[in-house]
T-cell receptor, first 111, second 114 residues
Framework: TQLLEQSPQFLSIQEGENLTVYCNSSSVFSSLQWYRQEPGEGPVLLVT?????EVKKLKRLTFQFGDARKDSSLHITAAQPGDTGLYLC???????????FGTGTQLKVEL | EAQVTQNPRYLITVTGKKLTVTCSQNMNHEYMSWYRQDPGLGLRQIYY???????DKGDVPEGYKVSRKEKRNFPLILESPSPNQTSLYFC?????????????FGDGTRLSIL
């Protein structure tokens, strides 16, 4: 059972455009992380959010954790080709030690 | 250099031939885990380990075994591989439990079971 659904699954945009990726679940997460993965490599952590309503910024990337801690979004402003990659959200439920990953969003930013 | 090392990076084998994928980390992390990555499904956790001799099932453990005899090593064992285990596998490690600490991933092992 996939607990975390991401949308869109694929996104192809031009350099300079803005975009938002969504991560949704029916479960409550005690924390949520966003990773980016490039071809031939493992995912690399971008951010961790733990409080409902929390907003974190990382340069042109803005991450938000939903008030009910069931969803999250990643907004990229003025996308650049270097933002190209697979974006994955990952959540921890309750006090357990399982990490559940989302289905992924493949982003391609073209010149 | 802090890293998670997986071997082999690529393997093509046949149904039923036992294989082991090794994973080693040099960061003294307590937590280690294995994931498989399939198109459209993201990463799914196979097994995880909180420390030496402590392992537990993830979401897709069927057909896999693990062991944690040393803190730095966490091998993934496929006793009788089948074609549906063809996938890209990742090992990861972190301090303490998951969720608040970054998972450090290896570069992946691509397995093809014919």
């Amino acid at each position: 059972t996939q607990l975390l659904e991401q949308s869109p699954q694929f996104l192809s945009i031009q350099e300079g455009e803005n975009l938002t990726v969504y991560c949704n679940s029916s479960s409550v997460f005690s924390s949520l992380q966003w990773y980016r993965q490039e071809p031939g490599e493992g995912p690399v952590l971008l951010v961790t959010v733990v409080t409902g309503g929390e907003v974190k910024k990382l340069k042109r990337l803005t991450f938000q954790f939903g008030d009910a801690r069931k969803d999250s979004s990643l907004h990229i402003t003025a996308a650049q080709p270097g933002d190209t990659g697979l974006y994955l959200c990952a959540g921890r439920t309750g006090g357990g030690n399982k990490l559940t990953f989302g289905t992924g969003t493949q982003l391609k930013v073209e010149l | 250099e802090a890293q998670v090392t997986q071997n082999p990076r690529y393997l093509i084998t046949v149904t039923g031939k036992k294989l082991t994928v090794t994973c080693s980390q040099n960061m003294n992390h307590e937590y280690m885990s294995w994931y498989r990555q399939d198109p459209g499904l993201g990463l799914r956790q196979i097994y995880y380990s909180m420390n030496v001799e402590v392992t537990d099932k993830g979401d897709v453990p069927e057909g896999y075994k693990v062991s944690r005899k040393e803190k730095r090593n966490f091998p993934l064992i496929l006793e009788s591989p089948s074609p549906n285990q063809t996938s890209l596998y990742f090992c990861a490690s972190s301090w303490g439990g998951v969720g608040n600490q970054p998972q450090h991933f290896g570069d992946g092992t691509r397995l093809s079971i014919l």
